[in-house]
């Protein structure tokens, strides 16, 4: 028959469990108190699967990684780029953690074409502040009368709901918006990155830190492109309903797609055709 052993587990001093208990409560409440434990609890809020209702299913958040093959898709591509005769003034504006960078591809196209493509002049886009928006308010202030006409805005993404929101307060300085994939219609959760993008702006979609009214469409020709394979953002939220844009343009893109796919160059190429001065 088998013998069995059975060890005592060594105890520790009640003194010495009450101070490590008491230190390990200190520090839960030292951590609940930092601006980091408030934004890991912004990007874990619980909220109603409704508030999701439409956002993009997970094969089409897959898709998005098509981007990694698109250095080896543009040295084989070629582009027809007609001369434009209606030259205009552009801003871009880049999507949420987006440096404009990311747009210098469809800005080249642009130019390619004769119109004057420009930056919003801030870096990356790391979401909405008021001092931001006064900096980019200016910045088209600027570039409108440097040139001595009303500026294109093209955002893409966050920075369509900038243009949007820009073009509001400064409409006599707009001659268009055109959004790329911008969340402006129904719920700001209809979308795969809403909980990453509260936790690095720290505050919730439902309460951004300036006055905005993302479904009111600005007094300028507003024109909204969208995807159905769009893997970020609800392909309806992206598009608006009648009276929130003038016009809805279905694409067939990815997201990322939207600063290189030739279908999305050319349809902005008829847009800025189309600009009425």
């Known amino acids: 028959m088998a013998t069995r052993f059975a060890f005592d ?18 520090a839960q409440q030292a951590y609940a108190a930092t601006d980091f434990a408030r934004r890991v609890a912004l990007a ?9 209702s439409g956002k993009p299913r997970l094969v089409r958040l897959l898709g998005e990684t098509q981007v990694l093959l698109e250095p080896v ?10 001369p434009s005769a209606n030259p205009q003034v552009v801003m871009l504006l880049p999507g949420f953690g987006a440096h404009p960078m990311r747009m210098r591809y469809l800005a080249r196209q642009l130019e390619s074409a004769g119109h004057i493509a420009k930056r919003w002049g801030l870096g990356f886009n790391w ?3 008021e001092e931001r928006f006064d ?18 805005l093209i955002g893409w993404s966050l920075g369509g709901l900038y243009a949007r929101e820009i073009a509001k307060r400064q409409p006599e300085s707009v001659a ?12 700001p959760r209809a979308n795969n ?15 951004p830190p300036i006055a905005a009214e993302l479904h009111v469409k600005p007094p300028v020709e507003t024109v909204a492109l969208w995807s159905a394979n769009d893997g970020v953002i609800a392909p309806r939220c992206a598009a608006g309903r ?10 067939r893109c990815t997201h990322m797609g939207f600063t290189y796919d030739p279908q999305v160059i050319a349809t902005l190429l008829a847009e800025l055709e189309s600009v009425r001065g």
């Open 9 to 26: 587990r060594p105890r520790l001093p009640a003194p010495l469990v009450a101070a490590a208990a008491a230190a390990g409560g200190r």
């Open 44 to 52: 874990r809020e619980a909220i109603p699967e409704e508030r999701e």
């Open 193 to 207: 990155v809403w909980r990453a993008y509260q936790f690095i702006t720290g505050h919730s979609v439902d309460a």
């Open 73 to 82: 898709r543009r040295v084989r591509r070629t582009l027809e780029i007609a």
């Open 127 to 129: 979401g909405p502040t």
């Open 135 to 152: 900096q980019v308010e200016q910045r088209l202030l600027e570039l409108h009368a440097r040139h001595g006409q009303k500026v294109v």
């Open 176 to 187: 268009k918006v055109i959004s790329m994939g911008s969340p402006f219609s129904g719920s």
């Open 242 to 251: 009648p009276g929130e844009r003038d016009r809805a343009v279905a694409l």
